[in-house]
């Protein structure tokens, strides 16, 4: 499995008003399948716009997941970024490559990557 960070930016307008709880139904649906780390809204952009942390076998689950989302069903999302990720440290560095570069190989011990 390996980390994507995706981030989406909405349109104003009554659309994601109406759309938005749904939209939320879904993100838990996909926390409680174990797909979804994280989410929530960013701060201070022009558009509203929310940032994900999913896992997943493939870049292509992860479109599919998001093709998906009622945002998208109803061509609320006007950008889409999806990037592969490796959280070497911190929350989710359990759960990474644990595969420093080698300017960080003196880091290894402390970040318990034997």
Request: glycine share 8%; charged share 25%; proline share 8%.
């Amino acid at each position: 499995m390996a980390f994507y960070i995706v981030t989406m930016t909405h349109p104003d307008g009554p659309g994601w008003n109406e759309h938005v709880l749904e939209h939320v139904e879904y993100l838990l649906d996909l926390i409680d399948e174990g797909t979804l780390k994280a989410s929530g809204p960013l701060k201070g952009t022009p558009l509203r716009a929310g940032f994900l942390i999913m896992v997943a076998d493939s870049r292509e689950e992860i479109e599919k997941i998001v093709a998906g989302d009622p945002f998208a069903r109803e061509d609320l999302i006007v950008e889409l970024t999806i990037e592969e990720w490796d959280p070497l440290f911190g929350a989710f560095g359990a759960d990474s490559s644990k595969v420093l570069p080698p300017d960080m190989k003196p880091l290894a011990e402390r970040l318990g990557y034997q």
